[in-house]
């Protein structure tokens, strides 16, 4: 079996940009072929098209096949040898940037479960990777761009993978998935006037049992829960953005009744949006 190696380098430097890939390149390895034990100071991600071998962390070891992932985190000590009679070939991109720790943590690698292992060969993987070098064997400037794209697909192609792996079965883990959708729904859309009624709809269930499940898990009813959430983050604007009136301020976390404002607020913080921001000016003006 023939050795190849080939790796295409990002032609933009990496000059602390939030998210940078590095380089990319692919390899059909030689029995036995060993790199580390070492540590690095990026994210580095293969991807296993064929063959097998070894991946070591500080925590346990794997034996990983055609179809499998790993993921090296940065500063992790890590050793990788090929098969002797199956020698893998692989491809891999390596990142860094301060986005990319959010970027990995949402794909669900931590360095604790640092493998993504799938029943079916995911095409979508090898694809993205083989599209990076290809963009950074062009050489221009907008392949920096061209590699993030190709970043976020595999990014989003492992999340899938680890999480349909992962997934608890039965009514629990359902309830659990459902209740935290509702949170996630919810964080994103406090700032619109939505109301549960269009959550039910957005999110395809009865209002009714939304509401059973939510209060079940959290302890608070989804009306509850969203005017809580409008009301803290009324609070930070009325910290932060002393130029906004109370009503500019309501209109922001979604609510368009300035009154009704004033009444919750001062019900879950004893004390009107004026006073309070008197209150936490005087306290700011005093540190």
């Not at 390596?94 to 799938?118: K, W």
């Not at 907008?142 to 999340?159: C, R």
């Amino acid at each position: 079996m023939d050795h190849t190696y080939n790796v295409g380098s990002n032609p933009v430097y990496y000059e602390g940009q939030p998210l940078h890939v590095l380089f990319s390149g692919e390899s059909q390895t030689l029995p036995l072929h060993q790199a580390g034990p070492k540590i690095y100071d990026y994210y580095l991600l293969h991807f296993i098209e064929s063959g097998k071998g070894i991946f070591r962390t500080e925590n346990r070891t794997y034996e990983l096949g055609r179809g499998d992932c790993f993921l090296i985190h940065p500063g992790q000590l890590v050793s990788y040898i090929s098969d002797q009679e199956q020698p893998w070939r692989y491809r891999w991109a390596a990142f860094t940037g301060a986005d990319a720790d959010s970027l990995v943590l949402q794909a669900g690698f931590t360095p604790h479960q640092p493998v993504l292992s799938t029943a079916e060969y995911s095409t979508v993987l090898p694809a993205a990777l083989a599209g990076m070098i290809q963009a950074f064997y062009g050489n221009k400037e907008s392949a920096h761009l061209t590699s993030l794209g190709y970043l976020y697909l595999i990014v989003g192609e492992a999340a899938e993978q680890l999480n349909s792996s992962s997934r608890l079965t039965g009514a629990e883990s359902q309830v659990k998935r459902t209740v935290k959708q509702m949170i996630n729904y919810m964080a994103s859309q406090y700032a619109h006037p939505v109301s549960i009624e269009q959550m039910s709809g957005s999110l395809g269930y009865n209002r009714a049992y939304l509401s059973r499940i939510f209060k079940q898990e959290t302890g608070l009813s989804p009306v509850t829960y969203l005017l809580k959430l409008r009301i803290e983050k009324s609070r930070q604007l009325l910290r932060e953005r002393p130029e906004l009136s109370v009503e500019q301020v309501a209109a922001s976390v979604g609510l368009t009744d300035a009154l009704y404002f004033s009444r919750q607020f001062k019900r879950f913080c004893a004390q009107s949006p004026t006073a309070y921001r008197q209150a936490t000016g005087r306290h700011s003006d005093k540190a």
